[in-house]
């Protein structure tokens, strides 16, 4: 979901962005009116996110996944990084960093289907690793970091924030790389956020690697090497003003606890339903849970879809059910959730 407000200032910009007689789809991105747009972008979410000085905020193309590939690219120096394997997408960025140097399993909870994340204490990263590589929000399985982990000194932390960006305060300091595809809490498809420290610019071996996933040309050009998703960034932007407005990070946080606690102590409460995340690994995002019954869960897919719930299908690779209760989602729809799966398990029990 994007908030409303964010979708009906879309409609009232849609034809004449602020009198400058064009749609923002229609802006040359060398504008003068495009140039204002992204450098609001850039500072609002600097502001909200809490962006220190000595990062580098790029807007991208290419989803999370070509950041798979671009974070070896731009960060190997050893050629060696480590992988807390928790579920597809970190298994997806994995295997990709593989073409370019020796990855190294940290973690992995794959034999228990992806069900937690580990402990601090669970971490096995090799000291002298470039980076160490966390998807912090597992989209998919339901899961979420409690913590920020701590790799030895030396190794900086990677995170893939795509499922859960703007949904909590983040020292970002802690931080060597943050990224996030837009289209979960951030934006419309199409347009991805990277966050880094400066200092790590610079290691690319541009003379043989293509000169798009370079971060540095990306960052030198203020992301306009070539032309940027320039409606998403827009959008984008608005989107991270609508999170300043309510009250910043912080009360997308307290939104975001109340949301999940909600679902969660209802599916803790009766035993229809049985929830899929360890208590301890339990996304505030993306809530998993399944009846146990194949059939069944198809047949709440599908009824609920007809109440006017779409997308609660778990993802093909697992199935089950996933609410996914990202930013925008009001309470009201987690309530009208939780009366849906009341009477849904009376009915079908
Ligand atoms: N990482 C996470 C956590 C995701 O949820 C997704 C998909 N939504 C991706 C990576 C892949 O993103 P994209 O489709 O933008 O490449």
Redesign the pocket.
């Known amino acids: 979901m994007l908030p409303v407000p964010v979708l009906e200032r879309c409609a009232a910009d849609m034809l004449n962005y602020q009198g400058s007689g064009m749609s923002v789809m229609e802006m040359s991105h060398r504008s003068k009116v495009y140039d204002g747009i992204i450098k609001e972008t850039e500072a609002t979410l600097r502001r909200v996110l809490s962006i220190p000085d000595n990062y580098k905020v790029l807007f991208l193309q290419g989803?999370?996944?070509?950041q798979f590939a671009a974070i070896p690219m731009n960060l190997l120096k050893t050629g060696k990084a480590d992988y807390a394997l928790t579920g597809s997408?970190a298994s997806k960025a994995y295997k990709e960093a593989q073409k370019f140097g020796d990855m190294h399993a940290a973690f992995s909870s794959k034999e228990t289907n992806f069900d937690h994340v580990p402990t601090q204490d669970e971490l096995d990263i090799r000291p002298d690793a470039d980076y160490f590589y966390i998807?912090a929000?597992?989209?998919i399985y339901g899961t979420e970091y409690q913590y920020d982990p701590e790799p030895p000194a030396g190794v900086e932390l990677v995170a893939?924030m795509?499922?859960n960006i703007l949904s909590k305060p983040v020292d970002v300091s802690k931080y060597g790389v943050i990224y996030a595809?837009a289209?979960?809490n951030m934006g419309p498809?199409g347009v991805?956020v990277v966050i880094v420290r400066e200092d790590l610019l610079g290691n690319y071996p541009l003379e043989k690697y293509p000169v798009m996933l370079d971060w540095k040309t990306m960052a030198d050009k203020d992301s306009m090497y070539n032309t940027p998703p320039t409606y998403g960034i827009y959008v984008l932007g608005l989107v991270a003003k609508w999170v300043e407005d309510m009250g910043g990070v912080k009360a997308m946080q307290e939104r975001a606890e109340k949301r999940s606690s909600m679902l969660y102590d209802y599916l803790d409460s009766q035993d229809f339903y049985k929830t899929v995340a360890a208590k301890d690994s339990r996304s505030r995002m993306n809530v998993t849970f399944r009846t146990g019954n194949d059939e069944l869960d198809a047949k709440f897919a599908k009824e609920s879809m007809a109440a006017g719930m779409s997308n609660l299908k778990g993802h093909r690779s697992v199935g089950g059910m996933r609410a996914s209760i990202y930013n925008a989602m009001p309470i009201e729809g987690v309530e009208k959730l939780i009366d849906f799966m009341k009477k849904f398990a009376e009915e079908n029990k």
Do not use: H
């Open positions: 989803g999370a996944t070509t997408f998807c929000n597992n989209t893939d795509s499922s595809g289209q979960k498809a991805t």
